[in-house]
């Protein structure tokens, strides 16, 4: 009953605005690339741990601090103040370590040179609902100046649901290549981001076109990572690794509206 509740709630936060402003229906769609910090300090703490396979190639962590952030967003502005939509992202970082071994075969008096590359990939893809609150408006920029008038300043507010997982591979590089995965955990969970852009419209026709900057904070942790088979990453002191995506991000921004 309480979940419902929150539901709810949220809903009512994201509808109320469009109900107690005139509407001006405008169209607009927006692609960002980010650099996104992450905390991630129960894997990071696992690469180094004992109960890891391969901590003995652990050797210049953390590993995992900041990633690549993807993320698209499809707003309809019902009122004058705000835009509500619904926006998809994705984010994700690689780490390679490198293992070089010798074998002697004594029947054949020959040594056989082997090279493994182990990959770690942590991932997320994340969608839900965004409200958008459009400062240019409410200051009135088209009154202000001819330049003004092509700025936009919003604050954005996303709600939604989120698949983050754990990839791992190995890697045969030499003396020829055979690959398998070893690991592949998920956990499912919700995600909230905030966030502030400002864009400068560089087409300002019927179909107008503006590139800005962006910064802002994403709460995105998963629960425990399982794998197939049910099981767990833990270390040594019992704790189950979970991903966290959590931290402050930045980047570009390109927004294309009608």
């Known amino acids: 009953m309480k979940q419902r509740h929150l539901y709810f709630i949220i809903l009512f936060l994201f509808v109320v605005p469009f109900t107690t402003v005139g509407q001006k229906g405008k169209l607009n769609f927006d692609f960002s690339f980010s650099q996104q910090y992450w905390k991630m300090n129960q894997l990071n703490d696992f690469l180094i741990d004992d109960n890891n396979p391969i901590n003995d190639l652990m050797v210049d962590g953390p590993y995992f601090k900041e990633g690549f952030k993807y993320q698209g967003q499809l707003s309809y502005q019902y009122s004058k103040y705000f835009n509500f939509g619904i926006y998809g992202s994705y984010q994700t970082a690689q780490a390679t370590f490198e293992k070089n071994y010798t074998v002697y075969e004594p029947f054949q008096d020959i040594y056989y040179h082997y090279t493994y590359h182990y990959i770690l990939q942590p991932e997320s893809k994340s969608a839900g609902l965004n409200l958008g609150i459009l400062y240019h408006e409410l200051f009135n920029f088209d009154a202000k100046s001819a330049f003004l008038k092509r700025l936009t300043l919003s604050n954005d507010l996303k709600f939604g649901i989120a698949q983050s997982k754990l990839n791992a591979y190995e890697a045969m590089i030499k ?71 959590s931290g402050l991000y930045f980047g570009l921004n390109l927004s294309i509206g009608k």
Not at 210 to 236: C, E, K, N, P
């Open 175 to 245: 003396p020829y290549k055979l690959a398998g995965s070893f690991f592949g955990g998920t956990s499912n969970h919700l995600a909230g981001d905030i966030s502030a852009a400002i864009a400068y419209r560089f087409i300002d026709k019927q179909v107008f076109s503006a590139i800005g900057i962006h910064v802002g904070y994403q709460f995105l942790m998963s629960g425990i990572i399982y794998d197939r088979a049910d099981r767990t990453m833990d270390l040594t002191d019992g704790a189950s690794v979970n991903l966290d995506f």
